[in-house]
Nanobody, 130 residues
Framework: QVQLVESGGGLVQAGGSLRLSCAASGRTFSSYDMGWFRQAPGKEREFVAAIHWAGGSTTYADSVKGRFTISRDNAKSTVYLQMNSLKPEDTAAYHC???????????????????????WGQGTQVTVSS
């Protein structure tokens, strides 16, 4: 069983920055593909960013490319989402997700899809004011 706990959300003005963190339980974090998704009120959950278990590959939604950066620290079992140049349309609950089979044959090419991930966090709220 993997538990994911997000932190770092809050209220920020447009143009500002936030760094989200997601701490994972378990001793095999380094084998997980990790992702961030977000869900705004009345909208479906959407992909934001993902990082490969080996750390060498990342992928981003077009809407955040060039503004957000995903990274991981395996020693701390934590994945981060650095968010810069925030816009009001970035307002959402941000959820991290883990694919515990990342190093065991799970496809990286489905990293943008919710079905890839078998564990989810409860989310942290990000609100960007105009």
């Amino acid at each position: 069983q993997v538990q994911l706990v997000e932190s770092g959300g809050g209220l920020v003005q447009a143009g500002g920055s936030l760094r989200l963190s997601c701490a994972a339980s378990g001793r095999t974090f380094s084998s997980y593909d990790m992702g961030w998704f977000r869900q705004a009120p009345g909208k479906e959950r959407e992909f934001v960013a993902a990082i490969h278990w080996a750390g060498g590959s990342t992928t981003y939604a077009d809407s955040v490319k060039g503004r957000f950066t995903i990274s991981r620290d395996n020693a701390k079992s934590t994945v981060y989402l650095q968010m810069n140049s925030l816009k009001p349309e970035d307002t959402a609950a941000y959820h991290c997700a883990a694919d515990s089979r990342g190093a065991y044959g799970s496809s990286w090419y489905t990293a943008t899809m919710m079905g890839k991930y078998d564990y989810w966090g409860q989310g942290t709220q990000v609100t960007v004011s105009s």
